[in-house]
């Protein structure tokens, strides 16, 4: 069964708009959490990240919420822009030291 | 070398053949990874190397996956009688150190096929 689940395999958001990519996990011990973002034929690179200790952290145009208790994180892209076209993958700790569980993705399309 | 540099960036296979794709990290991480990502599926871990060390190797899919890290650097996954079901895109990764909060770095990943 999936411990981190991105539920929308993609999203279209117009340029200067808001986009919104949700991702939900199971496991409530999970502490730590983090937001790759991956181009075609490119690795993943780290976007931004928060710690169970916080319900929000922001970095320029990329804000992350936490919600605990429904055991949901989101990303928030605003003003959003045609590179920010990518897949983007939840991510969380997994506990074992190296072990990042990650989600199927979720590929933006963000249209000029 | 500036960044995760993996090769080859592709390598197409017969069912029954071994494969061999290698890992050189960014210089002074002294922790490694390895990832792959089936198609349509999320990222799945498969092993990390402390310095040479794999403490853990039960990410592993199969007795017929293997990994080595010589020197703190390279690192070399072995397929031994691929399977179609191995077909996916390895990613390695590097790390500074091993902790929570520490940054991944990503190879462009070798994408295997096996026919």
């Known amino acids: 069964d999936q411990q981190v689940k991105q539920n929308s395999p993609s999203l279209s958001v117009q340029e200067g708009r808001i986009s919104i990519l949700n991702c939900d996990y199971t496991?409530?011990?999970?502490?730590?959490f983090l937001w790759y973002k991956k181009y075609p034929a490119e690795g993943p690179t780290f976007l931004i990240s928060?710690?169970?200790?916080?319900d929000k952290n922001e970095d320029g145009r990329f804000t992350v919420f936490l919600n605990k208790s429904a055991k949901h994180l989101s990303l928030h892209i605003v003003p959003s822009q045609p590179g920010d076209s990518a897949v983007y993958f939840c991510?969380?700790?997994?506990?074992?030291?190296?072990?990042?569980?990650f989600g199927k993705g979720t590929k933006l399309s963000v249209k000029p | 070398g500036a960044g995760v540099s993996q090769s080859p960036s592709n390598k197409v296979t017969e069912k029954g053949k071994d494969v061999e794709l290698r890992c050189d990290p960014i210089s002074g991480h002294t922790a490694l990874y390895w990832y792959r990502q089936r198609l349509g599926q999320g990222l799945e871990f498969l092993i990390y190397?402390?310095?040479?060390?794999?403490?853990?190797k039960s990410g592993l899919p199969s007795d017929r996956f293997s990994a080595e890290r010589t020197g703190e650097s390279v690192s070399t996954l072995t397929i031994q009688r691929t399977q179609q079901e191995d077909s996916a895109v390895y990613l390695c990764?590097?790390?500074?150190?091993?902790?929570?909060?520490?940054?991944?770095?990503f190879g462009s990943g070798t994408q295997l096929s096996v026919l």
């Open positions: 990764a590097s790390s500074l150190v091993i902790a929570t909060n520490e940054k991944l770095f």
């Open positions: 991510a969380v700790d997994g506990g074992s030291q190296g072990n990042l569980i």
């Open positions: 928060i710690s169970s200790i916080k």
């Open positions: 190397f402390q310095g040479n060390s794999a403490p853990d």
């Open positions: 496991n409530s011990m999970f502490d730590y």
